[in-house]
């Protein structure tokens, strides 16, 4: 029986529940069928050399399967995926759904990033307001590449893979905008895969460890 224990955030603040990375972590393991165990730490503890010793930056999640430990969410997605089954069975499919995980976390994931951090933490500034345009603009460039590759296909190498997983955790990043909705068919795939029972399974996962942890209760 396989032992996997999932360490991720006690809380986080409403704005940003449902978008924490051990989302795709758990979303993996609800598409490959795999129960896990949580392990939920405070701040205070992300910040002890205990922790940083299985995760070097203090961040969340970290895993650990079978004695293994891995951490940052899209090694852990791919650590699952190849272990199981999450990935095309045939090679050429097999190795373009990897390279659409890479594409997620490095070619479309910083602008996101980028535009989150202007949008809740500094959309006053000046220096923000004069970004945000330029970076938007870039932004849809990138959706609009992923929508033309993506086509007429329900997922991005056919069949639904570990690749779906990281593409959609990026777009999350983009709830508080319009800017997926001006992109049709990035949208309904969106939708598609956030349809999927498994992604319900653990989306209600981390919110309830979130409403359990609630310091207002």
Same mark, same amino acid.
Request: net charge neutral; charged share 25%; glycine share 4%.
């Given at each position: 029986? =396989?032992?996997?224990?999932? =360490? =991720? %955030?006690?809380?986080?603040?409403?704005?940003?529940?449902?978008?924490?990375?051990? #989302?795709? *972590?758990?979303?993996?393991? $609800?598409?490959?069928?795999?129960?896990?165990?949580?392990?939920?730490?405070?701040?205070?503890?992300?910040?002890?050399?205990?922790?940083?010793?299985?995760?070097?930056?203090?961040?969340?999640?970290?895993?650990?399967?079978?004695?293994?430990?891995?951490?940052?969410?899209?090694?852990?997605?791919?650590?699952?995926?190849?272990?199981?089954? #999450? %990935?095309?069975?045939?090679?050429?499919?097999?190795?373009?759904?990897? !390279?659409?995980?890479?594409?997620?976390?490095?070619?479309?994931?910083?602008?996101? /990033? !980028?535009? &989150?951090?202007?949008?809740?933490?500094? !959309?006053? $500034?000046?220096?923000? /307001?004069?970004?945000?345009?330029? %970076? *938007?603009?870039?932004?849809?460039?990138? %959706?609009?590449?992923?929508?033309?590759?993506? !086509?007429?296909?329900?997922?991005?190498?056919?069949?639904?893979?570990?690749?779906?997983?990281?593409? *959609?955790?990026?777009?999350? &990043?983009?709830?508080? =905008?319009?800017?997926?909705?001006?992109?049709? *068919?990035?949208?309904?795939?969106?939708?598609?895969?956030?349809?999927?029972?498994?992604?319900?399974?653990?989306?209600?996962?981390? #919110?309830?460890?979130?409403?359990?942890?609630?310091?207002?209760?």
């Amino acid at each position: 029986m =396989t032992n996997i224990e999932l =360490t =991720t %955030l006690r809380w986080a603040p409403p704005a940003f529940q449902g978008q924490v990375r051990d #989302l795709a *972590v758990r979303w993996a393991l $609800e598409e490959a069928g795999l129960g896990y165990r949580e392990r939920l730490v405070s701040d205070d503890e992300r910040r002890s050399a205990d922790y940083r010793a299985r995760q070097p930056f203090g961040q969340v999640p970290a895993y650990r399967e079978d004695g293994v430990e891995v951490f940052e969410s899209g090694a852990i997605v791919l650590f699952i995926a190849e272990r199981h089954g #999450l %990935l095309p069975r045939e090679t050429a499919a097999r190795e373009r759904a990897k !390279a659409w995980m890479f594409a997620a976390l490095n070619s479309v994931d910083p602008d996101i /990033i !980028a535009l &989150g951090d202007i949008d809740h933490f500094a !959309a006053r $500034e000046v220096w923000a /307001i004069e970004r945000r345009p330029a %970076l *938007v603009e870039s932004l849809l460039r990138r %959706l609009a590449s992923v929508a033309a590759d993506l !086509a007429s296909r329900d997922f991005l190498v056919g069949e639904f893979s570990a690749a779906d997983i990281s593409m *959609v955790m990026a777009l999350r &990043g983009l709830r508080h =905008t319009d800017l997926v909705a001006r992109v049709p *068919v990035l949208d309904a795939y969106r939708q598609r895969c956030e349809s999927r029972p498994a992604f319900q399974r653990a989306l209600s996962a981390q #919110l309830a460890a979130f409403a359990r942890h609630n310091p207002v209760n």
